[in-house]
């Protein structure tokens, strides 16, 4: 005869203490996506109304002539298309030379290890705006990449945050899984791809939405890269709509607010796209013992 043995269930939590988590919750929550509410609401405003009843979207009130009004001005397609060509290819560039960079200076042992990471560490303290004139001579001037795309990626293409995120990600891996590896003779690169990149996941992800917002937002290289308005992402192009052209619309403050939403609007999509996937890797799982 077989003995079951349970466990004793725990204290059971009051029921005042779970109606007050769920409620301090729903606060939060509520204080969170305030402002994102109050800037989608006000963006299909016909008339600005910036009283606390403006963020009741009234039907009287709303219609979508300013997300047309900037579509006729700057060209969303074009501008969305333009910001997601200079965005993934910041992205792409990170992401290589992330985890190329990121994977030499947590597993591999040569002379000089030590310098090379506190470089990555002294670039964190240098803000980029003080690299913004030579960047620009270099870019525009020596290599003559002035109307191009590459001209703008090129001076984002490499980010010390994301060389930091994977490093400390694969200084977490365990170091028995890369010497089985190399014993059944894997080159470095074949650890890398097969081995390593699959654990960090969380990594790759981290970095992908650290870097999207960086370039996505980013106005002021861009328009010194290029002045055509064809090649100008579109935060540019909203920059230039907003200070020149918004003040001669009707609801300028719709307006402003709506080309603030198209911004957001992929940020957004993606961060709920990867949420989900925020979750630790089992670091240790293909270590027997």
């Known amino acids: 005869m077989t003995t079951t043995l349970s466990r004793p269930a725990g204290p059971r939590r009051p029921r005042w203490a779970t109606i007050a988590s769920y409620v301090s919750l729903s606060v939060g929550a509520l204080v969170f996506i305030f402002p994102f509410l109050y800037m989608l609401v006000a963006s299909l405003q016909e008339t600005k109304d910036a009283s606390p009843s403006g963020t009741l979207p009234w039907p009287s009130n709303m219609w979508p002539g300013n997300f047309v009004a900037i579509d006729a001005a700057i060209d969303l397609?074009?501008?969305?298309?333009?910001?997601?060509?200079?965005?993934?290819?910041?992205?792409?560039?990170?992401?290589?030379?992330?985890?190329?960079?990121?994977?030499?200076?947590?597993t591999l042992r040569y002379r000089g290890r030590g310098v090379l990471f506190a470089l990555v560490l002294l670039v964190q303290t240098v803000p980029f705006q003080l690299l913004m004139v030579p960047l620009y001579v270099m870019t525009v001037r020596t290599f003559g990449l002035a109307d191009t795309y590459l001209g703008m990626i090129l001076p984002f293409a490499i980010n010390s945050t994301a060389v930091l995120i994977f490093r400390s990600y694969f200084l977490n891996l365990p170091k028995d899984l890369f010497n089985a590896a190399r014993i059944d003779?894997?080159?470095?690169?074949?650890?890398?791809?097969?081995?390593?990149?699959?654990?960090?996941?969380?990594?790759?992800?981290?970095?992908?939405?650290?870097?999207?917002?960086?370039?996505?937002?980013?106005?002021?290289?861009?328009?010194?890269?290029?002045?055509?308005?064809?090649?100008?992402?579109?935060?540019?192009?909203?920059a230039n709509f907003t200070d020149n052209a918004a003040s001669s619309q009707a609801n300028p403050f719709g307006v402003a607010l709506a080309g603030a939403v198209v911004l957001a609007l992929p940020a957004v999509v993606l961060f709920v796209f990867f949420q989900r996937h925020f979750t630790s890797t089992d670091l240790g799982s293909g270590v027997k013992g």
Do not use: C, D, H
């Open 77 to 106: 397609g074009r501008s969305l298309l333009n910001s997601f060509i200079f965005t993934g290819g910041v992205l792409l560039g990170t992401l290589l030379f992330g985890v190329i960079a990121g994977y030499a200076l947590a």
């Open 185 to 238: 003779g894997a080159g470095e690169v074949r650890v890398l791809w097969s081995i390593a990149i699959p654990l960090v996941r969380p990594a790759l992800l981290t970095a992908t939405l650290l870097t999207f917002i960086g370039p996505w937002n980013e106005f002021l290289w861009p328009f010194l890269v290029t002045k055509k308005q064809s090649m100008q992402p579109l935060a540019v192009s909203l």
